[in-house]
């Protein structure tokens, strides 16, 4: 998921950076961590602006299926929170 301040963020020339590239950037890093694709695309999202500010709001979410939380890597959650061990085999994230 991703705001619209990640796609239409402008370059000196005023062209967006787009879906295609934000595609692009995914796909070019599909094998890495959630963590590793997020930095990914924001890596390419700054090389596109250069030393231009972000004229909006940017907001990026990687979520990737698991077969269960208890086979989660630390940086497979790019939230700031922590898991909680329930009763019965169960976790859930606890926001901070």
């Known amino acids: 998921m991703f705001s619209d301040g990640i796609t239409e963020a402008e370059n000196r020339s005023g062209e967006d950076f787009g879906e295609t ?3 692009e950037a995914i796909c070019n890093n ?3 961590s959630t963590r590793k694709l997020c930095d990914a695309v924001l890596v390419a999202l700054s090389s596109f ?10 907001t990026l ?12 890597a630390s940086d497979d959650l790019l939230g700031i929170g922590r898991l909680q061990r329930l009763g019965q085999g ?3 994230l606890v926001c901070q």
């Open 30 to 32: 599909w094998d890495a």
């Open 61 to 72: 979410v990687i979520a990737r299926l698991q077969p269960s939380l208890n086979e989660l």
């Open 90 to 92: 169960s976790t859930e």
């Open 21 to 23: 590239r934000l595609l």
């Open 49 to 58: 602006l250069g030393d231009l500010d972000p004229q909006d709001d940017q």
